[in-house]
Every structure is written in C-alpha cells, then in structure tokens.
C-alpha cells in the first residue's frame, strides 16, 4: 500500500513491497513474507527483548518482530539475540562499554505491561551506543490486538529515525492464493490482504475462476482487480471494510492491470476493446475513459509517475518487451511515448520509486528474471 524510496542506498526498499503476488498451495497457511539477500552493508542494529510485566511468556514478541521488520528491508542487520551481551530493561542498566564490543551503533530497548481490561503500555528507546544518546523515545495504549502494529509502528519510527525515509511495516499488502480443492478436482483462488509480513489475513473474495492484478488505492481503503467471474476479465473496484464493489470496465476483449493515479480520482488500465491491447484511464467518478496510446503493438501494464502527469508501461512495439513513458493531461495523452530500456530484449512490469528517479522492472539476463533498477 506504501511505497517508500532509501536517501542513501542504491536500491529502493519499495523493492520489498513493489510486487506481491503470491500462489500458495495449502489452505489457511500463514503467509511468509521471506526476503533472501539485501544490501551488503547493510546496518547492524541491536534489538533487545522488551520486558514483561507479568509471569510466563508475553502475549507478543515485539522486539522479534521489529527485528524482523527490519532485516526484511535488506537496509539493517540485527543481531540475533544471543549475540547481545546483555539485555537490559531500561536504559539506567545499560553497560554501554559492552555494547561498543558489537558491531551495532543503535541499541533498542523497550517494556510491554498489562494494563488492565485487555490492554497494555508499549514503550521503547532508541539509543547512540557510542554516545549514549536517546534518539528515539515513544510509548502507546493499546488493545491486545493491536499489539503487533504497535511493532510495526515501531520499526516504521526507527527506519525513519536512520534513513530519513518512511517505513512500509505497518502497511497491508494484497495477494492472490490459488488453492486445489480435491473435492471438486478445481482450483479455488482467494483474494487476500494481510500485514506486511503476511500475518493477520483477510479474505476479500473467492472465486473458482482467476483472479488477477490487485491494486491498492492511494488511502488504501479500496482495492482494484481483475476477475474471472464471468468467464472473462472484468476490472472491480471494491470497497475493504464493507465489501462494496463496483464494476469498472467489462469490455469486449482484454480487460486488465489496473493501478490507482497518485490523487485516487482515476485508474489506469490495459483495454482491447477497439481490437488491440492498448493503455486507457478512467475517470472513476464520471467513468470517462481515455485512451491513452495507439499502436499495433501490445501496450500493458502501465504505471504513474509519482506526480500523476505520465505513465510508464510495456510495450513490443520494437519488437520485444520494453519500458516506455508517456505525458498525461487532463485531455488524455502528451507527447509521444519515449522509450526507458535499451539494454536486454525482455524488460517488463515497471514501477516508479516514490521521487521519480527511478523505476524498478523484471529484466532477462542470461536466461534468467531479475530485479533491476533503472
């Protein structure tokens, strides 16, 4: 749902989060969000379990999560818990001559307490290890169910506090599984949203045919997809919280990868209702549509500039799958398309990190797909 771009990495952590389209094969699974690789300087950092007011274990790990959260971005390196030489409570106890043995600069401590009446105090530090300076203090309120946000939360702050950037943990991400039911001899496909890091599921909708391509809003309340309900594709527009949904284009032929404008007021999308596969946005209010390229090649999977005035998409118009751009006005297009990609004959699936700097694609090399950065 968020995007959020690193100040000073190469790489964008949006690279996490860019594309979650996920095909599992057992029902009622949880998610695993499983990054393999990241920087390699990423920072090391140290994470100490949060204390427990009460006996036995504590309802939530929020500092197994955070440090989670963190190693997930590729930008942090915590150590792992039997590596810290000690774990204090509050800072008071901290022996800061300890600490500069390892190779973290930041050191995170934190209590969780029973309130009462199902809810808890969170509070934590962050701190120099090197100066013993508090760089980072809050505490929260809240129900035992929001306890793994308030982890997430958490990372969020401490992302910011060290790379000056917005964190994505406590965001959801959208995905589609496809499950094989045995009884029927028929797969079932579930659209699903959960916690950045897969927990915390919620079913959108089922269906015996595929569903494709879900696209988060701007303000995340609304999610847009492609369906096969009908025996075709369909583009819906639904509602997250009362389940609503709309209709947005049902055409004759292709009807496929919608993704939101920045401002959340139109959807752009993948149309071959006038016989060949072509980039058109839709005004969601008024449902005006506009077509945005004309060429006998296919053009697919388009994507905004951050500043709503362009599209990126793919195109084999060249002959190979390649990434263009092209100006967008309030009257439809600007300007003829401009070709990004030159290098490799397959570079697909784009995305603009949040600045605008860069796009983020799959690209072939040597026979296999990668991630790259343009």
């Known amino acids: 749902m968020q995007q959020t771009k690193l100040k000073t990495k190469p790489l964008l952590f949006l690279l996490l989060?860019?594309?979650?389209?996920?095909?599992?094969?057992?029902?009622?699974?949880?998610?695993?969000?499983?990054?393999?690789?990241?920087?390699?300087?990423?920072?090391p950092i140290a994470i100490v379990p949060f204390s427990w007011s009460q006996s036995g274990q504590a309802p939530v790990d929020i500092a197994g999560i955070i440090s989670s959260d963190l190693a997930r971005s590729g930008v942090f390196s915590p150590l792992s818990f039997n590596q810290l030489p000690e774990r204090p409570k509050m800072d008071a106890a901290i022996n800061f001559p300890r600490w500069k043995n390892t190779a973290a600069e930041n050191l995170v401590i934190g209590?969780?307490?029973?309130?009462?009446?199902?809810?808890?105090?969170?509070?934590?530090?962050?701190?120099?290890?090197f100066t013993g300076r508090n760089s980072l203090q809050f505490q929260y309120n809240v129900e035992g169910k929001n306890l793994r946000r308030v982890a997430h939360q958490i990372s969020d702050k401490i992302y910011q506090e060290l790379t000056h950037s917005r964190g994505a943990f406590d965001?959801?991400?959208?995905?589609?599984?496809v499950n094989n039911d045995v009884d029927v001899k028929k797969r079932v496909y579930t659209l699903a949203v959960a916690d950045s890091d897969g927990f915390g599921e919620q079913v959108i909708l089922k269906s015996r045919k595929p569903i494709m391509s879900p696209a988060w809003s701007p303000n995340g309340k609304r999610l847009a997809y492609v369906s096969f309900e009908k025996n075709r594709s369909v583009v819906y527009m639904q509602e997250l919280k009362s389940g609503k949904r709309k209709t947005i284009a049902q055409f004759k032929g292709i009807n496929s990868a919608p993704v939101w404008s920045p401002d959340g007021k139109r959807l752009a999308m993948t149309l071959s209702k006038d016989g060949n596969s072509e980039i058109y946005v839709m005004y969601i209010a008024s449902g005006v549509l506009q077509r945005i390229t004309t060429h006998y090649g296919i053009d697919t999977e388009p994507a905004w500039a951050?500043?709503?005035?362009?599209?990126?998409?793919?195109?084999?118009?060249?002959?190979?799958?390649?990434?263009?751009?092209?100006?967008?006005?309030?009257?439809?297009?600007?300007?003829?398309?401009?070709?990004?990609?030159?290098?490799?004959?397959?570079?697909?699936?784009?995305?603009?990190?949040?600045?605008?700097?860069?796009?983020?694609?799959?690209?072939?090399?040597?026979g296999s797909f990668r991630v790259a950065v343009l």
Not at 308 to 327: E, H, N, V
Not at 356 to 366: C, E, H, L, N, P
């Open 306 to 366: 951050p500043d709503g005035r362009s599209l990126i998409f793919t195109s084999d118009r060249a002959g190979k799958p390649q990434i263009y751009q092209i100006g967008i006005s309030q009257q439809g297009r600007s300007g003829s398309p401009k070709r990004l990609t030159y290098e490799g004959n397959y570079n697909a699936g784009a995305s603009f990190s949040p600045d605008g700097k860069s796009i983020v694609f799959i690209t072939r090399d040597r």
């Open 111 to 129: 209590q969780l307490v029973a309130a009462g009446q199902g809810r808890y105090d969170v509070k934590f530090k962050m701190l120099d290890i």
């Open 171 to 177: 965001t959801l991400i959208a995905y589609v599984v």
């Open 17 to 43: 989060f860019f594309y979650l389209l996920f095909f599992v094969n057992h029902a009622f699974a949880v998610l695993e969000v499983e990054i393999k690789g990241g920087f390699q300087s990423a920072d």
